[in-house]
């Protein structure tokens, strides 16, 4: 099986039917959908079992309902039960932007065996689509250790070999910010080829646990627990003198804004293809 997409969930309400129809949409039929909940009480997934008659162990959605510690424990449980080589977590309200996602996916994977790349050692990633200000974020065409540190590509649009993610499972010690461990692993320590691929892989919803205002003040702790563990005291200092001499908290307050958004990711895109095209 070429791809698991993964979604975890607990009382996820309607967001799983479009999580879920966006997904069994898809033009590519190489994937299995592993549906991990927590033990839902509301009823979705009962009654989207009876609109689909589909239950745990069908063909196409293996549906496991197990207990867990939280979000990444649970996404560490999904893992265990995939069956696909590469892996994609989408959240309950995430989708797909199109039906050809899994499948342009597929092309690229094709043109990486070619290369000769090793499979078990590969991420690939996208841009996403923010159905919050309703613009394309674009993510860096190279990741760099400076990407690392300061905005890697968001989570619903990577795809990673399924070895990498059992050879490091999320850290439970993070809350938020177990996702951007993990990538940076990979960057640093699983020896990694990360591709970007050019165009948009998730539609994110956003407003999750992550961006609430309470949860801030432990975001940037996290960020700095993990920065300090992967990158040395040298590598930090020059990151940190260059995020703020451009700015960085007016940028980001450009990036979230609904009246701003569109311009400064559009300029952003602008000059993340102006520097790929002087590169080649």
Not at 35 to 54: I, N, Q, T, V
Not at 99 to 126: C, F, I, P, Q, S
Not at 151 to 166: G, K, M, T, V
Request: glycine residues 8%; charged residues 30%; proline residues 3%.
């Amino acid at each position: 099986m070429k791809f698991s997409v993964i979604t975890v969930c607990l009382n996820p309400g309607e967001k799983l039917n479009a999580t879920l129809e966006s997904v069994l949409g898809q033009s590519c039929r190489d994937f299995e959908v592993i549906l991990k909940d927590g033990g839902s009480s509301d009823g979705a997934l009962e009654k989207w079992r009876e609109e689909h008659g589909m239950e745990p162990g069908g063909e196409q959605v293996r549906v496991f309902v197990e207990k867990d510690a939280g979000i990444y424990d649970a996404m560490n449980q999904a893992v265990s039960h995939a069956e696909g080589d590469f892996l994609i977590f989408l959240n309950c309200g995430d989708v797909f932007p199109d039906e050809n996602v899994l499948e342009r996916t597929g092309k690229v994977l094709e043109e990486e065996a070619k290369k000769g790349t090793d499979m078990k050692r590969l991420v690939l990633y996208g841009d996403t689509y923010s159905a919050r200000n309703q613009v394309v974020i674009a993510s860096a065409p190279v990741i760099s250790g400076f990407t690392c540190y300061r905005n890697i590509p968001c989570h619903q649009s990577c795809f990673y070999s399924a070895e990498l993610c059992r050879r490091k499972p999320y850290d439970l010690q993070y809350k938020i910010r177990a996702d951007y461990d993990h990538f940076l692993w990979c960057f640093y320590r699983g020896e990694a080829k990360i591709r970007h691929m050019e165009f948009p892989v998730a539609v994110y919803e956003g407003g999750g646990y992550s961006e609430s205002r309470e949860n801030r003040a432990r975001d940037r702790q996290e960020h700095r627990q993990i920065t300090s563990f992967y990158m040395d005291r040298g590598e930090l200092l020059k990151y940190r003198a260059v995020m703020l001499g451009t700015l960085a908290p007016l940028r980001r307050r450009l990036a979230e804004s609904r009246i701003f958004s569109g311009l400064y990711h559009g300029l952003k895109q602008l000059c993340y293809a102006k520097a790929q095209k002087k590169k080649t």
